[in-house]
């Protein structure tokens, strides 16, 4: 299964050993992570964050790992009418990447799907892939 990871996945991989932690290892591991430019540089900028310095250099070494190991697309030219603008980018790499999209953020992605891409939580993608 090919995968792209919302950046809230990343960080909350970062700060705790739990269940997007679970989800990183089990992706890297069984599945294809799916990344864009875009997003790498999301990744990067929420990183560098002053509120991040307690594990900065864990979510760092996520982001590299991630970025070493994805296969890289160019998002889809597609809108999908998102309150937020700039997660539609997470979608549209999906869409080009034939992915999923897992996330934690049921505020912004409030569809178990837009278009072709599936919205799993981390939850969901650790249960329905276990």
């Known amino acids: 299964m090919k995968v792209v990871l919302d950046c809230n996945v990343v960080v909350a991989a970062a700060r705790t050993d739990g269940a997007c932690r679970e989800v990183i290892d089990r992706v890297v591991r069984d599945h294809e992570l799916v990344l864009s430019a875009p997003i790498l540089s999301e990744y ?31 998002p889809a030219d597609l809108a999908f009418g998102l309150r937020d603008p700039d997660d539609e980018v ?37 249960d329905r892939t276990g």
């Open 90 to 126: 997470y979608l549209a790499t999906a869409e080009a990447g034939g992915a999923i999209l897992v996330t934690g953020n049921k505020r912004d992605f409030t569809e178990p799907r837009y278009g072709p891409v599936e919205i799993w939580s981390p939850r969901a993608f650790l």
């Open 44 to 74: 990067e900028t929420v990183a560098a964050r002053p509120g991040h310095a307690p594990y900065r250099d864990a979510l760092e070494l996520i982001i590299r790992e991630i970025e070493r190991l994805a296969v890289t697309v160019e």
